[in-house]
């Protein structure tokens, strides 16, 4: 059973930085996705940032985060990591990590974590 567990989330100002994490556990198979994806208050969630590996080391990122945000894996860990910086206050949503079989494909992660808030204040 996959299970994805977040931390890292919590309160900074603006032009601060956090880094999220998300370690996954069921997940073995050697070409996987693993992506972070957000939802602010009354608005739909969002594709944030994907890594794909197993078969070639992609990353993909919505325009807003781009030069922001970078996301990473340690496979030994299982774990990948969301670094965002240069934060403003749009960027307050909760984050999720999800996973799937195979390359990125942003409509279809079956698996998610419970997710973790970030708070961004100006």
């Known amino acids: 059973q996959v299970q994805l567990v977040e931390s890292g989330g919590g309160l900074v100002q603006a032009g601060g930085s956090l880094r999220l994490s998300c370690a996954a556990s069921?997940?073995?198979?050697?070409?996987?996705?693993m992506g972070w994806f957000r939802q602010a208050p009354a608005k739909e969630r969002e594709f944030v940032a994907a890594?794909?590996?197993?078969?070639?080391?992609?990353?993909y990122y919505t325009d807003s985060v781009k030069g922001r945000f970078t996301i990473s894996r340690d496979s030994g860990k299982n774990t990948v990591y969301l670094q965002l910086n240069s934060l403003k206050p749009e960027d307050t949503a909760i984050y999720y990590c999800?996973?799937?079989?195979?390359?990125?494909?942003?409509?279809?992660?079956?698996?998610w974590g419970q997710g973790t808030q970030v708070t961004v204040s100006s």
């Open positions: 069921g997940l073995t198979f050697s070409r996987r996705s």
């Open positions: 999800a996973a799937r079989v195979g390359p990125h494909v942003v409509n279809d992660y079956p698996y």
């Open positions: 890594i794909s590996w197993g078969f070639s080391d992609n990353t």
